[in-house]
Antibody, heavy 120, light 107 residues
Framework: EVQLVESGGGLVQPGGSLRLSCSAS????????MHWVRQAPGKGLEYVSG????????YYAESVRGRFTISRDNSKNTLYLQMSRLRPEDTAVYYC?????????????WGQGTLVTASS | DIQMTQSPSSLSASVGDRVTFTCQAS??????LSWYQQKPGKAPKLLIS???NLETGVPSRFSGSGSGTYFTFTISSLQPEDIATYYC?????????FGGGTKVEIK
């Protein structure tokens, strides 16, 4: 059974940093692209970032480019999102999402999400 | 970025009704479109990919159609457990973009 478990969310002051982790199980992480998608309270889904199976290619939404860094450690079955210079508008539930072989594929499994709140 | 526009943003229907809503892309995305269902407090779930391909285990009352820039999602007979917000997503180009969602409620 595919499982994605996010951790690392919490309350952080604007301008601060946070690192999210996503522990993956039930499939071979090194075979698939992975992504982060967020959802602000009461709002819709927003694509944040994606990374190819071997980590060679990454993509960032314009809203986070230069502030967030996606990475992965396939040996630890873990996906990461390093977030810095956080803004109040980054407040959202962050979902770890399993892609398919390429970045241009639907998302077939989602974690339950971790809440990040950027507020003073 | 490709903009995805869903209509309506919400609808109310009775159990057993046929429900249809739409998703329009700002440019041709062929059939690189998926539909997700998100129940309150839960993560989204993939229902349909490639515009009309039902994922394994998804009830056959759900269906999708369309290509190019215009797509539809249909629930042939609305059930109480279908109460959710439904999102379309294009995966023709990065960034992968979502529509604003259609919230389905029971009348």
């Amino acid at each position: 059974e595919v499982q994605l478990v996010e951790s690392g969310g919490g309350l952080v002051q604007p301008g601060g940093s946070l690192r999210l982790s996503c522990s993956a199980s039930g499939f071979t992480l090194s075979t698939y692209s992975m992504h982060w998608v967020r959802q602000a309270p009461g709002k819709g889904l927003e694509y944040v970032s994606g990374i190819t199976s071997n980590g060679d290619d990454t993509y960032y939404a314009e809203s986070v480019r230069g502030r967030f860094t996606i990475s992965r450690d396939n040996s630890k079955n873990t996906l990461y999102l390093q977030m810095s210079r956080l803004r109040p508008e980054d407040t959202a539930v962050y979902y770890c999402v399993k892609g398919q072989p390429t970045l241009l594929d639907p998302f077939d499994y989602w974690g339950q999400g971790t809440l990040v709140t950027a507020s003073s | 970025d490709i903009q995805m526009t869903q209509s309506p943003s919400s609808l109310s229907a009775s159990v057993g009704d046929r429900v249809t809503f739409t998703c329009q892309a700002s440019q041709d995305i062929s059939n690189y479109l998926s539909w997700y269902q998100q129940k309150p407090g839960k993560a989204p779930k993939l229902l349909i990919s490639v515009a009309s391909n039902l994922e394994t285990g998804v009830p056959s009352r759900f269906s999708g159609s369309g290509s190019g820039t215009y797509f539809t999602f249909t629930i042939s007979s609305l059930q109480p457990e279908d109460i959710a917000t439904y999102y379309c997503q294009q995966y023709d180009n990065l960034p992968l973009t979502f529509g604003g969602g259609t919230k389905v409620e029971i009348k």
